[in-house]
């Protein structure tokens, strides 16, 4: 009997707060404003019951807005997130996982990445041999990619965001595979690496040219001619070119893997560089040879009065060179003479040109030095812990072959990121994802994604 008596009991209060819901549901908004309001202060006093009405409300105002909005109102929305907030909302459900890895996000993100400083986070990614271009994949990850108009499989620009990620992380840890590739009988002097093949080109005093294949980590040929030590060498699709204290410069084929042009040198050749059809040479007899490889038309620049150390063409028909002679030199390629000499007040053994700024150094010295080429003023001198033997330079990092170790510093601020210990390298090369170093073997710090 007593049962019966709540559960009437019961019904009844259910009525009565229908009946409210009901008179609540048919009045304005004003006055559902103003019952609400009386009733909370009715409640002032029970902090139990406002404590669980602001829990209440809490939850009420979370609002999906994915469900809400058009997707492609959604995808813009998640477009202004940076690249670790929108792995973090992935995780809430798949609809918003789906949004997230949206390609158009993640392309985005690439253009704002890769090869340049982030204006908001500061983050830059590493080019890579594939510049900004998704890869190939194999087949058996069909189903994972998108596919393009021309049939073939691609990565999404999310993978191609994460990989140069992982090794810029490599980068800063200090992670990398470590491989020697032996071949050399006597102390590499010269090398080259071609990212888009992988391909690793290396001279010596033994006066051989080594290719090798850094995908598979082989020799492919050893190219003979050369009777003195073979000083500089660079390389392009289908064509090498070397030069030598035989006072000799050969232009191999790749293809033939044969030397098919010689160009005799009245003195020893110390450097060399071509772009498209010039060929450019610096000699110990301190002159400059210019050749056209195109119409064979050759020229000689003077100037230097001590032996040429480094050559390199620049944008607009320009030369820099750098002799031992203390000096840098910027050459007009079409008149034939000097726009600008600039005093570098020590014997200048290797350069680097970037940005319309020159980076200098002198071998066994501890000093950087950057010249404007416009003006060819010293803009500033960057002093290191130790003596510098080789430098290398790209947009994050500098990288110098030091007594005893193998220092690798941010660009900007200069501060030393680590140290690796060096046996005596002669010259060292940097690329995004590598450290090569040459002794008489050839020592590569590979930093890609797989050693991670």
């Given at each position: 009997?007593?049962i019966?008596?709540?559960?009437?009991?019961?019904?009844?209060?259910?009525?009565?707060?229908?009946?409210?819901?009901?008179?609540?549901?048919?009045?304005?908004?004003?006055?559902?404003l103003?019952?609400l309001?009386?009733?909370?202060?009715?409640?002032?006093?029970?902090?139990?019951?406002?404590?669980?009405?602001?829990?209440?409300?809490?939850?009420?105002?979370?609002?999906?807005?994915?469900?809400?909005?058009?997707?492609?109102v959604?995808?813009?929305?998640?477009?202004?997130?940076?690249?670790?907030?929108?792995?973090r909302?992935?995780?809430?459900?798949?609809?918003?996982?789906?949004?997230c890895?949206?390609?158009?996000?993640?392309?985005?993100?690439?253009?704002?990445?890769i090869?340049?400083?982030?204006?908001?986070?500061?983050?830059c990614?590493p080019l890579?041999?594939?510049?900004?271009?998704?890869?190939?994949?194999?087949?058996?990850?069909?189903?994972?990619?998108?596919?393009?108009?021309?049939?073939?499989?691609?990565?999404?620009?999310?993978?191609?965001?994460?990989?140069?990620?992982?090794?810029?992380?490599?980068?800063?840890?200090?992670?990398?595979?470590?491989?020697?590739?032996?071949?050399?009988?006597?102390?590499?002097?010269?090398?080259?690496?071609?990212?888009?093949?992988?391909?690793?080109?290396?001279?010596?005093?033994d006066?051989?040219?080594?290719?090798?294949?850094?995908?598979?980590?082989?020799?492919?040929?050893?190219?003979?001619?050369?009777?003195?030590?073979?000083?500089?060498?660079?390389?392009?699709?289908?064509?090498?070119?070397?030069?030598?204290?035989?006072?000799?410069?050969?232009?191999?084929?790749l293809?033939?893997?044969?030397?098919?042009?010689?160009?005799?040198?009245?003195?020893?050749?110390?450097?060399?560089?071509?772009?498209?059809?010039?060929?450019?040479?610096?000699s110990?007899?301190?002159?400059i040879?210019?050749?056209?490889?195109?119409?064979?038309?050759?020229?000689?620049?003077?100037?230097?009065?001590?032996?040429?150390?480094?050559?390199?063409?620049?944008?607009?028909?320009?030369?820099?060179?750098?002799?031992?002679?203390?000096?840098?030199?910027?050459w007009?390629?079409?008149?034939?003479?000097v726009?600008?000499?600039?005093?570098?007040?020590?014997?200048?053994?290797?350069?680097?040109?970037?940005?319309?700024?020159?980076?200098t150094?002198?071998?066994?010295?501890?000093?950087?030095?950057?010249?404007?080429?416009?003006?060819?003023?010293?803009?500033?001198?960057?002093?290191?812990?130790?003596?510098?033997?080789?430098?290398?330079?790209?947009?994050?990092?500098?990288?110098?072959?030091?007594?005893?170790?193998?220092?690798v510093?941010?660009v900007?601020?200069?501060?030393?990121?680590?140290?690796?210990?060096?046996?005596?390298?002669?010259?060292?090369l940097?690329?995004?994802?590598?450290?090569?170093?040459g002794?008489?073997?050839?020592?590569?710090?590979?930093?890609?994604v797989?050693?991670?």
């Open positions: 009997m007593e019966n008596k709540i559960i009437d009991l019961n019904k009844q209060k259910e009525n009565i707060m229908q009946d409210i819901l009901t008179k609540f549901d048919e009045l304005d908004e004003i006055y559902q103003k019952t309001k009386t009733i909370l202060q009715s409640l002032k006093t029970s902090m139990h019951m406002l404590s669980e009405i602001s829990r209440t409300t809490v939850e009420l105002q979370k609002i999906n807005f994915v469900e809400l909005l058009p997707t492609n959604s995808v813009r929305i998640f477009g202004y997130l940076d690249h670790k907030s929108l792995c909302a992935t995780q809430l459900s798949k609809q918003w996982s789906t949004l890895n949206d390609d158009s996000i993640w392309y985005r993100m690439c253009i704002q990445h090869d340049k400083q982030c204006t908001k986070c500061g983050l990614l890579l041999n594939r510049k900004r271009k998704r890869a190939e994949l194999n087949a058996e990850n069909v189903l994972k990619f998108n596919t393009s108009s021309n049939g073939k499989y691609l990565m999404p620009w999310k993978k191609v965001f994460s990989e140069r990620q992982q090794i810029e992380s490599n980068w800063r840890a200090k992670r990398f595979f470590q491989k020697t590739l032996s071949g050399h009988n006597l102390p590499i002097t010269c090398m080259k690496l071609d990212n888009n093949t992988n391909t690793l080109i290396s001279g010596s005093e006066t051989t040219i080594r290719i090798w294949d850094l995908n598979h980590w082989s020799l492919v040929k050893v190219l003979t001619g050369h009777t003195d030590t073979v000083t500089c060498l660079q390389f392009d699709v289908s064509k090498l070119v070397s030069g030598s204290l035989d006072s000799t410069l050969r232009i191999w084929s293809d033939k893997m044969e030397c098919v042009k010689i160009f005799n040198h009245a003195n020893k050749i110390t450097s060399l560089h071509f772009l498209e059809k010039i060929l450019v040479s610096g110990e007899d301190c002159s040879s210019v050749a056209n490889l195109q119409t064979g038309r050759c020229f000689k620049l003077s100037g230097h009065t001590a032996a040429v150390s480094t050559v390199q063409i620049i944008e607009n028909s320009r030369l820099i060179s750098a002799s031992k002679d203390q000096t840098l030199k910027i007009c390629l079409e008149s034939q003479q726009l600008l000499n600039i005093d570098a007040t020590k014997s200048v053994t290797n350069f680097y040109y970037t940005d319309s700024k020159l980076l150094t002198s071998k066994f010295e501890r000093i950087l030095k950057i010249f404007d080429i416009s003006t060819g003023h010293q803009k500033n001198a960057i002093e290191f812990e130790g003596k510098i033997f080789d430098f290398c330079i790209d947009k994050l990092r500098i990288l110098l072959l030091m007594e005893g170790s193998i220092s510093y941010r900007g601020n200069y501060e030393r990121v680590w140290d690796i210990d060096d046996n005596g390298s002669n010259c060292c940097l690329s995004d994802d590598k450290v090569v170093c002794v008489k073997d050839v020592v590569i710090y590979d930093f890609g797989f050693s991670s």
